[in-house]
């Protein structure tokens, strides 16, 4: 699952692949890349009767008819959970199958901005043409009981997929999500023809063999900073599913707001959401999750804690401390409005038995994960608390401890995993549970350190896959009181913006080391199996439904190819990102065909140019 060796990576190349022609790979763009991928250059069409046979050890079912089926069971969106055994694999696979076929027969996509221009690329309309008529698929095992909320790991994702050039079709797979993931490869390893309404595929015959490199990707998605409507949500699961990621990270509620209804606390949505509307009822939370398992994007939510809460004393004022302290708010935290969550109230405690009663039931079926949060805990605040009165590590590290311990111990009683940030081990130094997983976003150096205490880590370093870097401060500049104002040029944070190649380059392993045992960052070799993944970054402070797809992709797509295949070849050479780039411009249109209003890879001169745009002396 893991490469054997990582422990001198070459400097990525800008060569391009000299084992294909240019323009003849251009179009064989798969994304993310499989595992192994061969195919040729012969044509094959599909029949607009297309039919798929489905067997899952010998037990065949002719899916075509099945199609016809409610909408909103086959497309995820329905309130009732499918049974765990072998007919939810049926309403999993039938599901898969109808998105298929809507985008085999629907999809408009032209890769003409792919090929030199005015030219004739395109196979001959009328000449003799290779029908595809059905596709077979062969799961090769019952689906476990854990594959509608699988652990890391717990589910083989795992896939074949062949087409002959006599047409033939056939996809074999250990799981149902690995179905998934092959009937989201093959939509795209076809093309609409220009002139007529057929749909063809240049590259028979094709041979694939995938499976993920890393059990846990994911995007994290704040939802609270601004709000986003779970249509959009839905949205955004479609495109996750397309890219290979299989998790959601909801950041559903943080100090600005509060939209997640918790009914026994209903105040809490009603005043902390920013107007009404603006929050996810039990049934809409639920129907995003069902809507995920459906594709295999498991939706996991994090309630942060004990910073990132000042929302809450809107609703009860007595649990927070050092609330919206103006003007200077940035002693207390690290963006307005300060506040966090008091340390030693016993009000608090009920406040949390409440919240956790209401909640963590209502997403334990859809979900194995819970993320308590953790991060930004800052001291100062804990000198105004009426509880604590000080910002001393010694004295709040241990009220830290049973707060955590608190909320993982019913966490745990739900059926479902802690995740934490990494400050709760690495700054705050808590003793975790052994099962309780790490979410590092400071530095690589934090994913080494995670590996040595024994835990599970997701990397996610925010010097490469946070999204919203770059894009300037949110926060208004004082008036100058100098000539020069200090603010100039009013960049964020973690500012410069992080490019697709940059977020490419860019992988979990990065800054571990199993040879050099001298090193800070060494890491027995056995120990790798710790890094589960990772998870790319959309912090919303500018970001809304507006400008989300155009922040946030392709260039999370970027980081998925990372997750699902690893930025090396199978020989452990760093990719030609020349090659990738070509790749990742053709996923971007067929993105943009579907729906999604993702940025620009490249212009038209460089897509269509024979040569590409290549730096010079390079």
């Keep these: 699952m893991f490469p054997l060796s990582f422990a001198s990576l070459r400097p990525f190349s800008y060569l391009p692949l000299l084992c294909f022609l240019l323009h003849a790979s251009l179009t064989s763009a798969l994304w993310p890349l499989p595992a192994s991928y061969e195919h040729g250059q012969a044509v094959v069409w599909l029949d607009r009767d297309l039919t798929f046979q489905y067997a899952i050890t010998n037990q065949v079912r002719d899916l075509r008819t099945s199609a016809a089926n409610s909408s909103s069971v086959l497309n995820g969106t329905s309130t009732q959970l499918p049974t765990l055994n072998t007919a939810s694999s049926y309403v999993l696979v039938q599901a898969a199958i109808q998105r298929a076929q809507e985008r085999l027969l629907n999809d408009t996509f032209v890769p003409w901005k792919f090929h030199p221009r005015h030219s004739n690329f395109e196979p001959a309309i009328n000449a003799t ?16 009981s854990a594959v509608l909320k699988p652990r890391a790991g717990e589910v083989h994702e795992s896939y074949t997929l062949s ?7 056939a996809i074999t797979a250990i799981s149902s999500i690995g179905i998934i993931r ?3 490869t093959f939509t795209q390893l076809f093309y609409q023809h220009s002139t007529a309404s057929a749909v063809y595929c240049p590259y028979a015959p094709v041979s694939i063999v995938d499976a993920p490199k890393f059990a846990h990707r994911g995007l994290n998605m704040d939802v609270a900073r601004n709000y986003y409507p779970p249509s959009f949500i839905m949205h955004t699961i479609d495109v996750l599913a397309w890219n290979k990621f299989n998790r959601l990270h909801l950041h559903a509620t943080d100090a600005q707001s509060w939209p997640l209804d918790i009914p026994a606390m209903p105040d809490l949505s009603t005043r902390g959401a920013y107007r009404k509307g603006l929050s996810y009822s039990p049934q809409q939370l639920a129907e995003i999750q069902e809507y995920g398992m459906y594709r295999g994007v498991e939706v996991n939510v994090e309630i942060d804690m004990p910073g990132h809460t000042s929302v809450i004393a809107l609703t009860y004022p007595d649990l927070i401390t050092a609330y919206n302290i103006q003007p200077n708010w940035s002693t207390y935290a690290n963006e307005p409005p300060s506040g966090s969550l008091k340390l030693n109230s016993s009000a608090v405690y009920d406040f949390l038995h409440t919240l956790w009663e209401d909640l963590l039931p209502r997403l334990a079926p859809y979900s194995a994960y819970f993320h308590t949060g953790g991060d930004e805990v800052n001291k100062n605040a804990y000198s105004l608390d009426d509880t604590v009165r000080s910002n001393e590590s010694s004295v709040l590290q241990p009220l830290i401890q049973r707060l955590v311990d608190y909320n993982h111990d019913y966490v745990r009683a739900a059926g479902m995993t802690p995740i934490v940030w990494e400050e709760m081990l690495l700054e705050w130094n808590l003793t975790l549970g052994s099962d309780v997983i790490v979410q590092s976003w400071l530095a690589d150096d934090s ?24 894009h300037g401060s949110w926060v208004h500049a004082p008036p100058s009181t100098t000539s020069t ?25 990065a800054g571990l080391s199993t040879t050099n045992t001298s090193s800070p960052s060494y890491v027995n070799a056995s120990s790798l199996d710790l890094v589960l993944g990772g998870e790319v970054h959309i912090w919303s402070e500018k970001t809304d439904p507006i400008n989300f797809d155009a922040v946030v ?12 295949s690893g930025n090396q070849d199978g020989q452990g050479r760093n990719r030609s990102l020349v090659d990738v780039g070509k790749r990742l411009g053709v996923w971007r249109e067929r993105m943009v065909e579907r729906g999604v209003g993702a940025g620009v890879v490249q ?16």
Excluded at 486 to 507: A, E, F, M, R, V
Excluded at 603 to 618: H, I, K, N, P, S
Aim: proline share 5%; hydrophobic share 40%.
């Design 182 to 184: 092959a009937l989201d």
């Design 553 to 564: 992709w392709p260039r999370a797509a970027a980081a998925a190819e990372v997750l699902w």
């Design 447 to 470: 994913v080494a350190k995670v590996v040595q205490k024994g835990h599970k880590v997701l990397a996610g370093n925010y010097n490469f896959w946070y999204l919203d870097c770059g």
């Design 129 to 144: 043409k290779i029908l595809i008529r059905t596709v077979t698929i062969q799961q090769n095992q019952t689906d476990s």
């Design 485 to 509: 104002n200090p603010y100039y040029p009013y960049n964020d944070y973690c500012t410069p913006l992080k490019n697709w190649q940059l977020i490419y380059t860019h992988s979990p392993f």
């Design 603 to 618: 212009m038209l001169w460089c897509t269509q140019d024979e040569r590409g745009c290549v730096a010079d002396g390079l």
């Design 163 to 169: 087409i002959t050039t006599s047409g033939t079709v």
